[in-house]
């Protein structure tokens, strides 16, 4: 059954697809297609889709925010009173402004998203990273620590965003951008508290970064709005396809929506906390995905790359004019062969991928090293230094719909509906009359079904966004 059933019409949203083994649209790739794009039966089941997701998501975030007390109100006299006499009963306290110089980072919860904040920290050549030495600071003055006393406290939370010209952001943004990623690591470990204290402060400037990049030329993929879109494509692509049985028994990792759906949202570029979720279910690896891709065997797919014509040097650009021939470095891709090639290819498209272990499988191989007579600790630094870890949480490995998944697919499909919760319940806090929490949930919903299901149809681009 896919997820959320008896809430979400899911039928209705996959019956406006069909399953096509060579679409022209898309170089004859194997993949879902929309049926009828003109049809106005399709784009009302689109819609309706989208207003039971919006409403599902509606009642969940309130049901979550109702966890935490409510926001600053000075009206509300009545619950002023009874936080002031410490009268008890069933309506929650406000959240007061924090101060700027008070600590909204407890230790507790440093030490919590230290491993998160591990994978994302900035490496330095030999791989190390300020993190190694811990997180916790308590110097009162500027110091150079992975996170100082003062980025903990409400003032760290309330930098605005500044638009820049190219090549500025991290000039005027990147004290901004770094406390950001906190900001996300807490989101992904349902640390809410924090940010609605922020949102009770007059100075919360949430909203700004939710949909945002270094510069207009480069996209925006670095706004915390990442969170939300990678977890509802793969919660959308995964309940789509699982409405397909003829799918289901494994011709589902050959469909080009899946393999786009995979590779963007494990991408190693923009926002690489939003990825974590979906890289440690599927084993991908940091950088085997990356923003600007070109195959690792490029004699195999030279059929889909193209001359760079606007980045040869004078020299090789003669030569192409006379011959026709570049060297191969100066190809790119013409298109991603999404549904051109099986799951396996995918993975090893732009790098040669390795076994990723499952927690089983370390086990496994302890218990080997234990019946050789090697004690527990020696064992334990033979795994470590051939960097024998957990890579992947799915027992089986790409194949989400296997039986002996199931359990871990459930409570994949929802952490991601999770996150989406969590962060259109944060959005609801920082809207405004200008760009509401309903108008950015609906913007995501048309990003994640549009970058998936996109072609070369004419209005295909409409059908998506045109909502």
């Known amino acids: 059954m896919a997820h959320q059933a008896e809430r979400l019409p899911w039928q209705t949203l996959a019956s406006v697809f069909e399953l096509k083994t060579a679409n022209p649209c898309q170089h004859n790739a194997f993949n879902l297609h929309p049926q009828d794009k003109d049809a106005p039966e399709s784009r009302q089941k689109l819609s309706q889709f989208f207003d039971a997701l919006f409403k599902t998501a509606t009642i969940d975030a309130k049901k979550e925010r109702k966890k935490y007390p409510d926001k600053f109100d000075p009206i509300n006299v009545g619950t002023f009173f009874k936080d002031i006499t410490g009268e008890e009963d069933d309506t929650p306290a406000q959240y007061y402004p924090p101060t700027k110089d008070e600590i909204i980072l407890s230790d507790e919860l440093v030490q919590k998203i230290t491993p998160t904040v591990q994978r994302w920290y900035p490496k330095e050549n030999d791989g190390s990273s300020k993190v190694d030495k811990g997180l916790l600071c308590s110097h009162t003055n500027d110091c150079d620590c992975a996170l100082p006393l003062k980025e903990r406290q409400t003032a760290a939370f309330q930098r605005d965003y500044h638009f820049n010209d190219c090549f500025e952001f991290y000039h005027y943004n990147?004290?901004?951008?770094?406390?950001?990623?906190?900001?996300?690591?807490?989101?992904?470990?349902?640390?809410?508290?924090?940010?609605?204290?922020?949102?009770?402060?007059?100075?919360?400037?949430?909203?700004?970064?939710?949909?945002?990049?270094?510069?207009?030329?480069?996209?925006?993929?670095?706004?915390?709005?990442?969170?939300?879109?990678?977890?509802?494509?793969?919660?959308?692509?995964?309940?789509?396809?699982?409405?397909?049985?003829?799918?289901?028994?494994?011709?589902?990792?050959?469909?080009?929506?899946?393999?786009?759906?995979?590779?963007?949202?494990?991408?190693?570029?923009?926002c690489p906390i939003a990825t974590y979720p979906h890289e440690d279910l599927f084993g991908i690896e940091d950088k085997q995905f990356t923003k600007y891709p070109k195959p690792c065997d490029f004699t195999r797919w030279k059929h889909v790359m193209k001359v760079d014509k606007y980045n040869l040097p004078e020299a090789i650009n003669k030569t192409y004019e006379e011959t026709d021939e570049v060297p191969d470095e100066y190809y790119k891709l013409d298109y991603y062969p999404y549904g051109l090639m099986s799951y396996d290819e995918l993975l090893s498209f732009e790098?040669?991928?390795?076994?990723?272990?499952?927690?089983?499988?370390?086990?496994?191989?302890?218990?080997?090293?234990?019946?050789?007579?090697l004690p527990v600790e020696l064992s334990d630094d033979i795994l470590s230094s051939a960097n024998y870890t957990v890579r992947r949480t799915l027992p089986v490995a790409g194949k989400p719909f296997h039986p002996e998944n199931k359990a871990e697919l459930d409570r994949y499909l929802e952490e991601c509906w999770s996150l989406v919760v969590r962060c259109f319940m944060l959005y609801l806090e920082v809207e405004d009359e200008d760009w509401t929490a309903e108008k950015s949930f609906q913007d995501v919903f048309k990003r994640s079904l549009g970058n998936v299901f996109t072609c070369e149809c004419d209005r295909m681009l409409n059908f998506f966004y045109g909502l």
């Open 174 to 270: 990147g004290k901004a951008y770094r406390n950001l990623e906190f900001v996300k690591t807490l989101i992904l470990h349902g640390e809410m508290d924090p940010m609605l204290r922020v949102c009770s402060s007059d100075e919360c400037y949430l909203r700004t970064w939710w949909h945002c990049g270094p510069c207009e030329c480069e996209g925006n993929d670095l706004g915390w709005d990442k969170l939300c879109e990678y977890a509802m494509t793969m919660y959308l692509t995964l309940n789509i396809i699982y409405c397909f049985p003829e799918l289901r028994e494994g011709g589902y990792r050959e469909l080009g929506s899946y393999q786009r759906a995979l590779r963007s949202c494990t991408i190693s570029s923009g």
């Open 351 to 373: 790098k040669p991928v390795f076994y990723q272990p499952h927690a089983s499988d370390i086990l496994q191989a302890q218990a080997v090293l234990h019946s050789k007579g």
